[in-house]
T-cell receptor, first 112, second 113 residues
Framework: NAGVTQTPKFQVLKTGQSMTLQCAQDMNHEYMSWYRQDPGMGLRLIHYSVGAGITDQGEVPNGYNVSRSTTEDFPLRLLSAAPSQTSVYFC???????????FGPGTRLTVL | KQEVTQIPAALSVPEGENLVLNCSFT??????LQWFRQDPGKGLTSLLL?????REQTSGRLNASLDKSSGRSTLYIAASQPGDSATYLCAVSNNNAGNMLTFGGGTRLMVKP
């Protein structure tokens, strides 16, 4: 199993550009989530999904959109990138509530 | 709003020492607590998961305890090794919807040979 995979590993955007961060898992996990990690702020939840077709907002959802059309994939969209979105983004998945959380390797995003 | 604090922020010990990392949380109505390890430039690896009904979990040289009533958890590392050098994060879940975790700021551990 590849586990949780994320692409790209690194990305530089200009303010106002849009992009999609990809996340996929091959463990048949129902729960998937996106976190961002910033120095001094720790990891914060952006959006999460408890199954295909079901998504909800986390602590810091503004500026980000998600969708979950399949169990395997959970892409994160930045519609109009801002410098405040410079961060490391982690995707995570788990079998269900109370289960171990598996993280992807992260995407390091810089917005100029 | 749940807040998670980890003390100390950084720790340096000689190889072979037993050590304790601390995690405290403000809302004791948690669903579970997890300890993670993060190596520089890498993702997080789950070390131990403690359900709210449990008092402790063990894996190899690692032992995590949970005291819900006092809002505390400790991660005990026995006979530390240089390979244990990493940042250790604790995270709590306050509900069983979506595994929404609140993370502490982490403890950066360095084990010197």
């Amino acid at each position: 199993n590849a586990g949780v995979t994320q692409t790209p590993k690194f990305q530089v955007l200009k303010t106002g550009q849009s992009m999609t961060l990809q996340c996929a898992q091959d463990m048949n996990h129902e729960y998937m989530s996106w976190y961002r990690q910033d120095p001094g702020m720790g990891l914060r939840l952006i959006h999460y999904s408890v199954g295909a077709g079901i998504t909800d907002q986390g602590e810091v959802p503004n500026g980000y959109n998600v969708s979950r059309s399949t169990t395997e994939d959970f892409p994160l969209r930045l519609l109009s990138a801002a410098p405040s979105q410079t961060s490391v983004y982690f995707c995570a998945s788990s079998l269900g509530p109370g289960a171990n959380l598996f993280f992807g390797p992260g995407t390091r995003l810089t917005v100029l | 709003k749940q807040e998670v604090t980890q003390i100390p922020a950084a720790l340096s010990v000689p190889e072979g020492e037993n050590l304790v990392l601390n995690c405290s949380f403000t809302d004791s109505a948690i669903y579970n607590l997890q300890w993670f390890r993060q190596d520089p430039g890498k993702g997080l690896t789950s070390l131990l998961l403690i359900q709210s009904s449990q008092r402790e979990q063990t894996s190899g040289r690692l032992n995590a305890s949970l005291d819900k009533s006092s809002g505390r958890s400790t991660l005990y590392i026995a006979a530390s090794q240089p390979g244990d050098s990493a940042t250790y994060l604790c995270a709590v879940s306050n509900n069983n919807a979506g595994n929404m975790l609140t993370f502490g700021g982490g403890t950066r551990l360095m084990v010197k040979p």
